[in-house]
Every structure is written in C-alpha cells, then in structure tokens.
C-alpha cells in the first residue's frame, strides 16, 4: 500500500498569506494525486486532480505540483474562506489512500 | 446537478450489522464508478470501498475486507454498503462518492479522483 504523509499537520497563517503544504507517498507513482479541502461538518471537496489541474469553480490562487514522491498544494494568497483542513490523495493503486490531513488555522 | 444522498446510518451492536445506501440523481449512473469513504470522529478521512460503472470489479480497504461489502442497482441509481461484523473503530461517517471522467485531447484518464461527495451518514458501534 501506498502511504501519505502530509507536513505540517498544521499550519497558523494570515489572511494574503502564500501557504504551502506538502505531501510524501512511500513509494513512487504517476501523476494520479489529487488534493481535497474539508470545513467542519461538510463532505470534502476536490480542489486539484493529477497533480496539478485545478478542477471547474476552483479559485486560481489554489495550485498544485510534484511528481513521484513529494507532491505540493500552494495556496498563492490565502483568503478567509480557505481556513480549513486539506487532504492529499493517491488514487494511483488500491487500495487509495489519503494523507492525515493538514489544518490551516487564522494566526 | 448531482447529487449523493446517503442513508442507513445509526447505532449499532458491536457484531451486529447495518446496510448503508446512496442515491444519486443528476448524472448517468451505470457510467461512473462510485467509493465509499468514511471519518472517524476528529480524524481523518479514510478510502473504504470501490464498486466499478458495471459492478465487475470491486476493491476494499484492508481494515474493512471480509467484512463490508459493496454493491450496486445501476436500474435504481443507487450504491450499497453492506457493513457486517460491525467493530468500535468502524463509528464514522461515511460518505459515498463519485469517480470523476476527467479527459483530455487523447482522451479519459485511467484513473479519476473523486469529485461528487454526499452529505455523509454516521455510524456509531457501541457495545
């Protein structure tokens, strides 16, 4: 199985704030990772898929990037609607896998 | 506009079992491949099940195999999730999810994240 860790589990930033999180797999895949966004009490929502394609609606300011083991989603400056929690996801091999989740709290 | 709506959800035994279902409107169904995810209460999100567009191939978590299963009704537009021998750190909330058909110039990508999440309905196992 294909383990993700994200870094920082958490993160304090402010408003206009470029915010970077990062995401390693144990091993090496293609392009197949995809980034979520979660509020409180709400389902997920799928921000960047293969890596780097921003998926309809999303804002701009959210990009993503890598390959093989370490993969990144930026943030370009940060608003007051993107507090929340973001996953990674591989979605290369079964069984998929999520990292644990980074936070982004108002600082 | 798509829409997952999960149901089923609630208290149950540890042992015991519970079904759970999604409906889905808005999309063609029998073309998508359809995911169950679930979050333990604080945590998070953990993959649970896949079912292929036609049911051929389904694939499971290791945390749930032999014990969940999943099914669809692509007639009824609706995607199952049978849950038995139900363990404490099965509570969660469990959200279904549609495999999204994501292309580009040279055509459909093997491999599509999720991009249609319902609302999420909770189990709670206690004993």
């Known amino acids: 199985d294909i383990q993700m860790t994200q870094s920082p589990s958490t993160l304090s930033a402010s408003v206009g704030d470029r915010v970077t999180i990062t995401c390693r797999a144990s091993?090496?895949?293609?392009?197949?990772l995809a980034w979520y966004q979660q509020k409180p009490g709400k389902a997920p929502r799928l921000l960047i898929y293969k890596t780097s394609s921003l998926e309809r609606g999303v804002p701009s300011r959210f990009s993503g990037s890598g390959s093989g083991t370490e993969f990144t989603l930026t943030i370009g400056s940060l608003q007051p609607d993107d507090f929340a929690t973001y996953y990674c996801?591989?979605?290369?091999?079964?069984?998929?896998?999520f990292g644990q989740g980074t936070k982004v709290e108002i600082k | 506009q798509v829409q997952l709506v999960e149901s089923g959800g609630g208290v149950v035994q540890t042992g015991r079992s519970l079904r759970l279902s999604c409906a889905a409107t808005?999309?063609?169904?029998?073309?998508?491949?359809m995911h169950w995810v679930r979050q333990a209460p604080g945590k998070g999100l953990e993959w649970v099940a896949v079912?292929?567009?036609?049911?051929?191939?389904?694939y499971f978590a290791d945390s749930v195999k032999g014990r969940f299963t999943i099914s669809r009704d692509n007639p009824k537009n609706t995607v199952y999730l049978q849950m038995n021998s139900l363990r404490a750190e099965d509570t969660a909330v469990y959200y279904c999810a549609r495999e999204g058909g994501f292309y580009d110039s040279s055509g459909y990508y093997p491999s599509n994240p999720l991009d249609y999440w319902g609302q999420g309905t909770l189990v709670t196992v206690s004993s």
């Open positions: 996801q591989q979605y290369d091999s079964y069984p998929w896998t």
């Open positions: 808005g999309f063609t169904f029998s073309s998508y491949g």
């Open positions: 091993q090496s895949f293609s392009s197949w």
């Open positions: 079912i292929w567009y036609d049911g051929t191939n389904k």
